[in-house]
């Protein structure tokens, strides 16, 4: 059985040194992978969770650190991506983001790891995510008839009330609209009816004024 190398002298975790990992030698990639999320790491190489170096590690075991690493975050960023589109207000296309760009990630991953564990992972679920979450938004919104750029467009859909495609979103906001033009006609109602009242008591008022002016006249000719 071969002997394993430890790796015990890790240098502090910089994000700068993880987004630059495409020029440092691989061990340095690997560690900065493994400290990010170092209690992940160590369930995927199998050691026990001690904290980042406390612990000596092979490098086998620093490259299934790093790998799990790699493909545990690239899997969780489309679905956060998916989250934030939905809370947007694009919960179809959300979904398709969450959906393939997951998929993407899984596929992404498992290649890059088999080029190069560890950075490869990390690069391949990047990129498989990316092309993914592409695909996926693409493809749901194409199976709803959703056009982003359309506000008629779409089923009829809304969940609790609240409208998931774009032309849930427009009827909404038409009938939102009615409420408040029915609301503010209630208010001025009122108003209006007082207005008119007094205008015609105005008339009136004229009408006799010059009706009595006709009759004095009559009744006293210069």
Same mark, same amino acid.
């Given at each position: 059985?071969?002997?394993?190398?430890?790796?015990?002298?890790?240098?502090?975790?910089?994000?700068?040194?993880?987004?630059?990992?495409?020029?440092?030698?691989?061990?340095?990639?690997?560690?900065?992978?493994?400290?990010?999320?170092?209690?992940?790491?160590?369930?995927?190489?199998?050691?026990?969770? !001690?904290?980042?170096?406390?612990?000596?590690?092979?490098?086998?075991?620093?490259?299934?650190?790093? @790998?799990?690493? !790699?493909?545990?975050?690239?899997?969780?960023?489309? #679905? %956060?991506?998916? #989250? #934030?589109?939905?809370?947007?207000?694009?919960?179809?296309?959300?979904?398709?983001? !969450?959906?393939?760009?997951?998929?993407?990630?899984? !596929?992404?991953?498992?290649?890059?790891? %088999?080029?190069?564990?560890?950075?490869?992972?990390?690069?391949?679920?990047?990129?498989?995510?990316?092309?993914?979450?592409? *695909?996926?938004?693409?493809?749901?919104?194409?199976?709803?008839?959703?056009?982003?750029?359309?506000?008629?467009?779409?089923?009829?859909?809304?969940?609790?009330? *609240?409208?998931?495609?774009?032309?849930?979103?427009?009827?909404?906001?038409?009938?939102?609209?009615?409420?408040?033009?029915?609301?503010?006609?209630?208010?001025?109602?009122? *108003?209006?009816?007082?207005?008119?009242?007094?205008?015609?008591?105005?008339?009136?008022?004229? @009408?006799?004024?010059?009706?009595?002016?006709?009759?004095?006249?009559? *009744?006293?000719?210069?």
């Amino acid at each position: 059985m071969a002997k394993s190398t430890p790796v015990t002298d890790f240098p502090a975790f910089d994000f700068a040194g993880l987004m630059a990992m495409g020029t440092g030698p691989r061990a340095y990639q690997n560690q900065a992978l493994y400290s990010l999320f170092p209690k992940t790491a160590a369930a995927s190489a199998g050691v026990p969770a !001690a904290g980042y170096g406390a612990v000596p590690l092979s490098q086998s075991a620093l490259v299934k650190g790093a @790998t799990g690493v !790699a493909k545990m975050g690239t899997r969780r960023i489309p #679905l %956060a991506a998916g #989250l #934030l589109q939905t809370l947007g207000g694009d919960p179809i296309g959300g979904a398709g983001t !969450a959906g393939g760009g997951f998929l993407g990630a899984k !596929a992404g991953a498992a290649l890059g790891t %088999a080029i190069m564990p560890g950075a490869g992972t990390l690069a391949g679920g990047l990129i498989g995510g990316a092309l993914g979450g592409g *695909i996926g938004q693409s493809l749901t919104r194409s199976v709803t008839g959703i056009d982003v750029n359309n506000p008629l467009t779409g089923p009829d859909i809304s969940l609790a009330g *609240i409208p998931l495609t774009p032309y849930a979103k427009t009827k909404k906001g038409v009938e939102r609209a009615a409420e408040l033009e029915a609301l503010r006609l209630k208010e001025l109602l009122p *108003i209006m009816e007082k207005a008119r009242q007094q205008q015609f008591q105005r008339d009136l008022i004229g @009408t006799q004024v010059q009706m009595a002016g006709q009759l004095l006249g009559n *009744i006293y000719p210069r």
